[in-house]
C-alpha cells in the first residue's frame, strides 16, 4: 500500500512541497547518497515527511503530500562536513579516507528495513542474509532521529554485529542492552529537562499549566518526572493528554481534542515529544487558532503550516528547549559555499537547487543544472528557510562521525602495534572489531566540548530556550532567549533575557499569567476548599493580630504580644504604653467623683461636727458617725491609689486599703444597726447594767471586725502580694501597665469577707426597719446596705466581663457608687433635717412632732 502511494503520490513543492509532475528528473531517485573512501560510514535518515493535510477539515477530501525536511537534510550536510574534516586533518586517520552512504528511510517498518537489506545485500539483487557487494566498507551505521527507526534498524543490525550510533534525543528505549547491545546513544540525557522547565515556570509564576505528551515510554517517564518536580514548587496540572504515536507515519494520530486546549484556563502548555512528534501534533492542530497561550517545547521543529488564519498563528511567542553546544567553526561557511556541482552524488542538493533557484537540467542525465540564480547558495534561500546554524541532531551526527573516526583511529593503531611489518591496505577489519573502542569513547571534538559514549559517564543536557517568532506569518525565526545548566548554583541554572521574548498573540499583559487562583495579597492565607489542587484557592483575611507579608503564604504569623497587626494585617506595628492615667476621659472622670464626695463627706463631718450637740446628731452614737464620715472620706481617696502609672507601693496598697477602709465602714454601719436594735429591743427604760451594754457593745464590733480583715490582708501579702503586671491582649494597639492582685483567692477572700459583713449589716438593719422612726437611722441604713450590696453584686459580672484599664475603672467606680450611697442614704437626710428643719432638731421639736402625731 505504501509502495504504492509513493509510486503515484502528487509530490508538489510550492513552500518547500515537491511534486513529482514538475519534470522527470524531480521524480528521479536513487537509493542512497553515496561517495566512496577506505572506509565508509553508512547513515539511515528520515529525510522527508508524510504530512496529511485537509485545509476545508473534510475527511473525505483529505490528500497526503511528501515534504522535505529541511532540519533533517542539514544533517546530512553535517555528515558530509565532519568527514571532510576529518579527510583533511593530517593528525586522525592518515592515509585513511572515510566516504559516507546515507539512505533516505519512510514510514513504517517495512520500507525502513527494505532500505537496510537493500544497504546490505546490495542494490541489484535483494537477497537477504547475503552480499552482492565486491566489498563492504561500511564500518558503523548512524540512524536517527526517532528512536523507532533506530529500533527497527538495530533490531537487524544486531545479527551483524554492526556498531550503531543513534543521533536523536536520548532514549530510554534503546538503553536495552539485552536487546540493543551494539547500540550507542550520542545525545546527552534528559535527565534535567524537567528541572529547567519548572524552573521557567517558577520564573514567570505560572502554577497551572496543561500537559500534552506522545503515548510512549518517554512521555509517560516525563509527565511522571514533571509532576514530581512541580509537587515540590506547588505547580498544578489542569490536564494532561496522552496522544498515540502512529508507528506508520511517526506522527500524532488525529485523536487531539482542541476544545480541552481552548477552554481550558491554564494559558501555558507544555508538550513532550520528538520532533516528528510536535511536527505531527502542529499539522493537526493548524486548523485550529489558539490564541492566548503559552506553548513549551523540548525539541525543535522544521515545518510549513498552512493555516487558514492570516497573521495570527497559534505558535508564535512558543518557548523551545534545545540541548546546548558550541558553534562549530566553519559551518556556517560550508553551508553557504555548498553547491550541487561540488557534490553531484547529492541528488537531494540537487533537487534543492531546482525548486529553490528555478533552474532547469541540462540533460537527461539529471545531474547538471543550468539557468539558476547567479551566486545561490543556501544561506540565502527563499524566506531563509534553510537554517545555517547547526541543528542538536546536526551536532550529534557531526560528534558520532569524529567518534567513528577516533575509533578507527585507535583500532589501526593498535594493529600496528601488535603486527608492525603489516602493510597498511593489508589492515581490514570486520566492523564488529570496533566495539572495544567504541564502549569507552572519550574524546574532546573540535569545538572544545567533551564526548563520551559511555551511557555511565555520560552527563545531564544544558539547554538553549528558543524564542519562536512567526508574526507576521511566515517570519519563523528561533531567537535564543535564555540558558538553563543543572551545573550551576542552584539560583543561577536559569538565565533568562526576558525584554527579547516576543509572546503569543492575544496575550494582553507581560509576562502572561497562568494561574488557578490569582495570588493571595499580603494580609490573607490561601484557604483550600475540600477537593481542590493545591493551585486552585480561596484568599480567607488573616485571624485577628496574625499577618502575612507575602503573597500566597499558607499560614498567618502571630504578631509578637508587644506587637499589634495593622488594619490591612500585613505589618506588625509596636503596641504604645497605655494605663487609667489622669489623662485618660475615664481617669478624669473618676478623679473628678472621688473629689466631688471626699469634699462633701468633709462638708458633712464638718456640719456634724458644728451641730455635733444636736438629737439629731448625738442620736445613733455619735462617734460612730464621725468614724464613718471618715471613712468613707478615705474610700473616696483611696480611689487615687487606681489611678496614675502603677508603682510597687501604689499595687499594695490598692486592694488591701480598699478592704480595710470598706470593712471600717461597714462594721461601722453594723454596730449603729446594732446600737438602733439594743436601743429599741434589747435594753429596757431604768436598768443601767444593760444601758451600759448598749453604751459600750457597738465600740467592739469596729476593731474585732476590722482587725479580722486586717488578718487576712496581711496573709495575702504575705503569701502572693500584688506586683506590677503588663496586659499586652486587652486593648488591640495598646500594651496595658496594670497592677496584678498576686493571689486572686486572697483578693476574692477579702471581697467575700466584705460580703459577709455587708450582708449581716443588711439583715439586722432590715430587721430594725419598723422600729420607732424618731432620730432612728434603721430604715436609712437598710436602703444604705441595700445601694452597698446592689453596687458590689453588679460588680462582679461587670468586673469579669471587661479587660485593660476598663476593668480598673469599674473597680474605681464601684468603691465611688458604694461609697456615695453609704453617705447619701445616711446622712443626706440628717444633713435635710440640719440644714433645712432645724425645728425639728431640738427637744421641743420632738414633742410637738410626738404631740401631732398623738392628736392625728
Not at 502512529?246 to 500524532?252: D, E, G, N, P, Y
Amino acid at each position: 500500500m505504501m509502495l504504492l502511494l509513493f509510486m503515484f503520490l502528487v509530490l508538489r513543492y510550492s513552500s518547500y512541497v515537491y511534486s513529482f509532475d514538475r519534470s522527470y528528473c524531480a521524480a528521479k531517485t536513487r537509493p542512497s547518497v553515496y561517495k566512496d573512501g577506505d572506509m565508509v560510514v553508512a547513515a539511515f535518515f528520515p529525510l522527508f515527511t508524510i504530512v496529511l493535510d485537509s485545509v476545508t477539515g473534510d475527511p473525505s477530501n483529505e490528500a497526503y503530500y511528501l515534504q522535505l525536511n529541511l532540519k533533517n537534510y542539514q544533517i546530512v550536510l553535517a555528515m558530509v562536513f565532519a568527514i571532510e574534516e576529518i579527510n583533511s586533518n593530517p593528525h586522525l586517520l592518515p592515509n585513511v579516507s572515510l566516504g559516507y552512504d546515507i539512505y533516505n528511510v519512510l514510514f513504517n517498518e517495512w520500507w525502513t528495513l527494505d532500505r537496510c537489506i537493500t544497504w546490505l545485500s546490495g542494490p541489484k539483487k535483494y537477497i537477504p542474509n547475503y552480499t552482492c557487494r565486491r566489498e563492504m566498507k561500511s564500518v558503523a551505521v548512524l540512524t536517527g532521529v526517532s528512536w523507532i527507526i533506530s529500533a527497527h534498524i538495530g533490531t537487524l543490525l544486531e545479527l551483524y554485529k554492526y556498531p550503531q550510533l543513534t543521533i536523536g534525543s536520548f532514549d530510554p528505549n534503546l538503553n536495552d542492552h539485552d536487546q540493543f547491545p551494539d547500540l550507542y546513544q550520542m545525545a546527552s540525557k534528559d535527565m534535567s529537562l524537567p528541572y529547567g522547565i519548572v524552573s521557567l515556570l517558577k520564573y514567570f509564576h505560572w502554577n497551572w499549566v496543561g500537559l500534552i505528551v506522545s503515548e510512549e515510554q518517554k512521555g509517560v517517564q516525563i509527565i511522571s518526572d514533571l509532576k514530581a518536580e512541580m509537587d515540590k514548587n506547588r505547580i498544578c496540572v489542569d490536564f494532561v493528554e496522552m496522544i498515540p504515536v502512529s508507528k506508520l507515519s511517526f506522527l500524532a494520530n488525529r485523536q487531539l481534542n482542541p476544545t480541552r486546549v481552548l477552554k481550558s484556563s491554564a494559558n501555558v502548555i507544555i508538550t513532550y515529544g520528538d520532533s516528528d512528534f510536535l511536527r505531527g501534533f502542529l499539522f493537526y492542530l493548524r486548523q485550529t487558532l489558539v490564541t492566548s497561550k503559552v506553548w513549551i517545547m523540548n525539541s525543535e521543529w522544521d515545518v510549513i503550516l498552512h493555516s487558514k488564519h492570516f497573521i495570527l498563528q497559534s505558535f508564535h511567542g512558543s518557548l523551545i528547549f534545545s540541548h546546548h553546544h558550541k558553534e562549530i567553526s566553519g559551518f556556517r561557511n560550508f553551508i553557504q559555499t555548498v553547491h550541487p556541482s561540488k557534490y553531484p552524488e547529492d541528488f537531494y542538493l540537487t533537487k534543492l537547487w531546482f525548486y529553490f533557484y528555478n533552474c532547469s537540467f541540462a540533460d537527461d542525465d539529471c545531474n547538471t543544472l543550468e539557468n539558476c540564480l547567479p551566486n545561490a547558495s543556501l544561506h540565502q534561500s527563499p524566506g531563509n528557510r534553510f537554517d545555517t546554524v547547526m541543528t542538536e541532531y546536526s551536532y550529534n551526527t557531526y560528534n558520532a562521525v569524529y567518534a567513528v573516526a577516533h575509533s578507527l583511529h585507535e583500532m589501526l593503531l593498535h594493529q600496528v602495534e601488535v603486527k608492525p611489518t603489516r602493510k597498511a591496505e593489508e589492515m581490514m577489519f570486520l566492523a564488529w572489531q570496533l566495539h572495544p573502542f567504541l564502549k569507552n569513547m572519550q574524546f574532546t571534538n573540535p569545538a572544545g566540548e567533551q564526548v563520551n559514549l559511555d551511557e555511565k559517564m555520560k552527563l545531564n543536557a544544558e539547554y538553549d530556550i528558543l524564542n519562536y517568532w512567526n508574526f507576521p506569518e511566515g517570519l519563523g525565526l528561533k531567537v535564543k532567549v535564555g540558558k538553563f545548566s543543572p551545573y550551576g548554583p542552584l539560583d543561577q541554572q536559569l538565565s533568562l533575557s526576558e525584554d527579547m521574548i516576543e509572546w503569543a498573540t492575544g496575550i494582553t499583559e507581560t509576562p502572561p499569567t497562568s494561574v488557578c487562583s490569582e495570588s493571595c495579597t499580603p494580609g490573607f492565607r490561601k484557604s483550600l476548599p475540600e477537593g481542590n489542587v493545591a493551585c486552585c484557592f480561596d484568599c480567607t483575611p488573616c485571624p485577628e493580630n496574625e499577618i502575612s507579608n507575602e503573597t500566597d503564604v499558607d499560614q498567618c504569623v502571630k504578631c509578637l504580644d508587644h506587637q499589634y497587626a495593622n488594619t490591612e494585617r500585613n505589618r506588625c506595628l509596636q503596641k504604645s504604653t497605655t494605663f487609667l492615667d489622669y489623662d485618660d476621659p475615664m481617669g478624669i472622670g473618676l478623679s473628678c467623683l472621688a473629689l466631688y464626695f471626699s469634699a462633701l463627706s468633709v462638708l458633712v463631718l464638718g456640719i456634724f461636727l458644728k451641730q455635733r450637740d444636736t438629737p439629731i446628731v448625738k442620736a445613733n452614737n455619735r462617734t460612730l458617725s464621725y468614724i464613718l464620715l471618715i471613712t468613707l472620706n478615705f474610700c473616696f481617696l483611696c480611689c487615687f491609689l487606681f489611678i496614675g502609672h502603677p508603682n510597687p507601693a501604689a499595687c499594695i496598697l490598692q486592694q488591701t486599703t480598699f478592704g480595710v477602709l470598706f470593712t471600717v465602714a461597714v462594721s461601722t454601719v453594723l454596730a449603729k444597726t446594732v446600737t438602733v436594735v439594743l436601743a429599741y429591743k434589747v435594753t429596757a427604760p431604768g436598768r443601767r447594767i444593760r444601758w451600759m451594754l448598749v453604751r459600750r457593745a457597738p465600740n467592739f464590733i469596729v476593731p474585732i471586725c476590722t482587725l479580722i480583715q486586717i488578718t487576712l490582708c496581711g496573709i495575702w501579702l504575705g503569701k502572693s502580694p500584688p506586683f506590677i503586671d503588663t496586659d499586652a491582649y486587652s486593648e488591640h494597639e495598646h500594651i496595658i501597665i496594670m497592677c496584678n492582685k498576686g493571689s486572686v483567692t486572697a483578693f476574692y477572700c477579702v471581697l467575700g469577707y466584705l460580703g459577709a459583713l455587708a450582708l449581716g449589716s443588711f439583715t439586722v438593719a432590715f430587721l430594725a426597719r419598723n422600729l420607732p422612726d424618731t432620730f432612728n437611722e434603721a430604715k436609712f441604713l437598710t436602703f444604705s446596705m441595700l445601694v452597698f450590696c446592689s453596687v458590689w453584686v453588679t460588680f462582679l459580672p461587670v468586673y469579669h466581663s471587661t479587660k485593660g484599664k476598663v476593668m480598673v475603672a469599674v473597680e474605681v467606680f464601684s468603691i465611688l457608687a458604694s461609697s456615695a450611697g453609704l453617705l447619701g442614704c445616711i446622712f443626706a437626710p440628717k444633713c435635710y433635717i440640719i440644714l433645712l428643719r432645724p425645728e425639728r432638731n431640738s427637744i421641743q421639736g420632738l414633742r410637738n412632732k410626738i404631740h401631732y402625731r398623738y392628736k392625728a
